[in-house]
């Protein structure tokens, strides 16, 4: 999921071994299906149906079907990536963008034991030694010095993406150390940082992959 709330699930490659992941992840597709009962993408998001302003696709179509490129429904074949081509997958419903906000969240804030917080930018996670205690944020009426304490055999899930993620690790002192040295060197990021001698060496960020697709845009020059 992206911006402009594009839509693709995962291929198989994406939790292989080959790419560092457990073996056991291998069999991710129940869990995939769980996703896409519960969140499924279209490829025509108009309340209607229907498909708009199609030009630039048809333009498109026409140079790749000369070039030996097939047409597929994206989502339909996650792990079809070589010469293929279709419309943009997203994640509306109802001919609104939907994505977690609108699932997910939405049965969370039904829970007596769920709070959510709007505007808290969390920094980092509060540990002692490899035992995190809680996470530090810039709202301090959640706790001193901005930190939510963690209950007794809680958990912290950190989702801040692909960037926001590894940097709250680097800020708490998990990662390699060369990252870990940079933060040291921003004030304003090594405020709370740990002394070095309690720093974790992980390789937090290392052998990131992604699925590149080209959306093509036409705009008329009138």
């Keep these: 999921m992206s911006h402009y709330s594009l839509y693709w699930y995962p291929a198989d490659t994406d939790f292989s071994s080959g790419n560092g992941w457990p073996s056991s992840w291998a069999n991710h597709q129940p869990y ?12 025509a998001p108009s309340t209607d149906g229907k498909r708009y302003l ?38 509306f419903i109802g001919g609104e963008r939907a ?28 540990r002692n030694g490899s035992t995190v205690t809680g996470v530090r944020t810039n709202d301090t009426s959640l706790g001193p010095g901005g ?15 692909s960037f926001g993620t590894p940097r709250i690790l680097f800020q708490s002192g998990i990662g390699p150390s060369d990252m870990l040295q940079v933060v040291q060197g921003n004030s304003a990021a090594a405020a709370n940082l740990p002394p070095q001698s309690q720093w974790i060496n992980l390789p937090v960020g290392m052998g990131v992959s992604d699925n590149p697709s080209i959306n093509v845009r036409c705009r008329s020059l009138r």
């Design 32 to 43: 995939t299906n769980k996703l896409k009962a519960r969140l499924p993408s279209t490829d």
């Design 54 to 91: 199609e030009q630039s696709f048809n333009v498109v179509q026409q140079l790749l079907k000369n070039q030996g490129y097939s047409q597929i429904t994206i989502n339909d074949n996650p792990n079809y990536k070589d010469h293929a081509y279709g419309y943009s997958a997203f994640d």
């Design 99 to 126: 994505g977690p906000v609108a699932t997910y969240l939405q049965t969370a804030l039904a829970r007596p034991n769920f709070t959510y917080k709007d505007c808290v930018m969390v920094s980092q996670v509060v």
């Design 147 to 161: 930190v939510v304490p963690l209950n007794p055999d809680g958990r912290v899930v950190l989702s801040a993406g």
